[in-house]
């Protein structure tokens, strides 16, 4: 027999190479290729067709029968509970990934206390603390008289014989699962190999045992899960803590759910207790906005099925360098860069010689294509020097002909305006019309060079000497 030689793989991505090179060819990461030792054979070699086992034949079933939705464990935390759907599901397991000292551990232990102060046995395993640790969180929090059951070990095999001793748990945190190691695993523990073994061990108690597992996971500097993308693909829901430092509050938002809805949001400020819930968070976004000066329109956005009104700020000025520089916090650089070609080309614009800064206020990062209104007049409004009406809010998707098109969910936008006491909305033309009985004067463009003309008309005039 032939002698096996040794494999390679990446640790950004899990990719598997029988030499080692320099730079991963899957994610193009330098320098990530480490040998890792692989299964031993099976005893006698090849295994013949007659000693392997015969499959077992299974009952098909038809699309029509009986559903029911399934059942949750609900923590009491209502952004948490949001963001899962309704709560956990039993046997059910999600990854929770955020910068370090986001909150994460915090979130959790929040919630193991609140599950067990319910009446459920709750597990919390850390692998980076030591008891000791855990409990001075929790003591800080007024959690430290909370039933939950608290160890430190890294052993997967350990912590799934504690786990089947006694009453099975409602909940178990592994915090996190960088730092667990199997014994059946011949790696270190936090590569990419340890990481999937160990994943696929805890997951497979889950499944087995109908205890629901939460997963904490690390992320790398630009802000993705660390390890191999196959254990996102394995959990039921991956969701992702974010947050600036300089801000108080936390965002945490739904990637990947089972048995909920995606892109779903909670929204928590941190305070000297732990996290508290912020149940308006449009209030929190704009709180603060200076209303007389230019460059800022007001978005009514939607996050998953909450609409959420964030500030838009813009800043152009002329550039002193060769190259004009586009920075962009809580927006997409390409949507920026097409947004501005399209302002320039079928606006009228001349923007080729100034520096454009784009600013999503309160740290919220701004995905969907209905923001293109709101930046576009943020822009217009910063380079005419005209104030925008701080009464509007703006919706709307721009497209490469100019063209101004509707967005989805409008009725809910408008009805969050309302509320906080908006009385105008500058929409798109075309859509039905949803603005009866909202309360809202409705003003729509159905092209960027009306937009830019209305909001040119409340520039100040400058004289020229």
């Known amino acids: 027999m032939a002698k096996r030689g040794p494999t390679y793989t990446c640790q950004a991505c899990g990719a598997v190479y029988h030499r080692w090179q320099g730079k991963c060819d899957a994610c ?17 070699g090849r295994v013949s067709s007659n000693s392997r086992a015969r499959g077992r034949v299974f009952a098909l079933e038809t699309l029509r029968g009986e559903t029911q939705d399934a059942p ?27 910068d370090p000292g986001i909150g994460k551990s915090t979130l959790l232990m929040q919630a193991c206390a609140a599950l067990a102060n319910g009446g459920h046995r709750v597990v919390y395993v ?67 190999t340890q990481v999937r073994g160990s994943a696929q061990a805890l997951i497979r108690y889950a499944k087995t045992s109908g205890a629901c597992l939460i997963l904490v996971g690390h992320v790398t500097k630009d802000g993705q899960i660390a390890g191999p993308r196959v254990v996102e693909h394995m959990v039921d829901a991956v969701l992702s803590f974010e947050g600036e430092g300089a801000h108080a509050f936390r965002v945490l938002r739904g990637q990947k759910n089972r048995f909920g809805a995606t892109d779903e949001i909670g929204v928590f400020e941190m305070t000297g207790k732990g996290l508290s819930e912020v149940t308006n968070p449009s209030a929190l976004f704009l709180a603060g906005r200076d209303q007389a000066a230019p460059g800022a329109a007001v978005f009514a956005g939607v996050e998953g099925t909450r ?95 100019g063209a101004i098109r509707p967005v989805s969910v409008t009725a809910a ?12 909305a500058l929409l798109p033309a075309g859509g039905a019309d949803f603005g009866e009985g909202s309360g809202l004067g409705l003003r729509r463009f159905g092209h960027v060079a009306e937009l830019v003309a209305d909001i040119a008309a409340r520039a100040p005039r400058r004289d020229v000497k």
Request: without cysteine.
């Open 72 to 98: 949750r464990i609900v923590a009491g935390i209502g952004e948490l509970d949001r963001v899962t759907g309704g709560g956990f599901v039993p046997g059910s397991v999600l990854l929770i990934g955020g």
């Open 28 to 44: 193009g990461t330098w320098s990530s290729l480490s040998e890792e030792a692989q299964a031993a054979p099976v005893p006698g």
């Open 413 to 424: 936008r408008l009805r969050e305006a309302a509320k906080l006491g908006f009385e105008a």
């Open 126 to 192: 850390s692998g980076e603390e030591s008891t000791g640790q855990v409990r001075l969180r929790a003591e800080r929090m007024g959690l430290a008289d909370a039933p939950v059951d608290l160890a430190a070990e890294t052993n997967v095999e350990d912590i799934v014989a504690t786990l089947n001793q006694g009453q099975r748990p409602a909940l178990v945190v592994i915090d996190s699962i960088q730092t667990m190691w199997s014994g059946e695993v011949e790696s270190a523990p936090g590569t990419v």
């Open 307 to 401: 609409p959420v009104l964030v500030e838009i700020q813009a800043l152009v000025s002329p550039t002193s360098l060769g190259t004009p520089r586009r920075a962009v916090v809580g927006w997409e650089n390409s949507r920026l860069a097409m947004v501005l070609a399209v302002l320039e080309t079928h606006g009228g614009l001349r923007l080729g010689q100034h520096d454009v800064y784009l600013n999503v206020a309160g740290g919220l990062r701004v995905n969907e294509p209905a923001a293109d209104l709101a930046v576009a007049a943020s822009l217009i409004s910063s380079l005419t020097g005209a104030i925008l009406p701080a009464e509007g809010v703006y919706f709307g998707e721009i497209a490469l002909s």
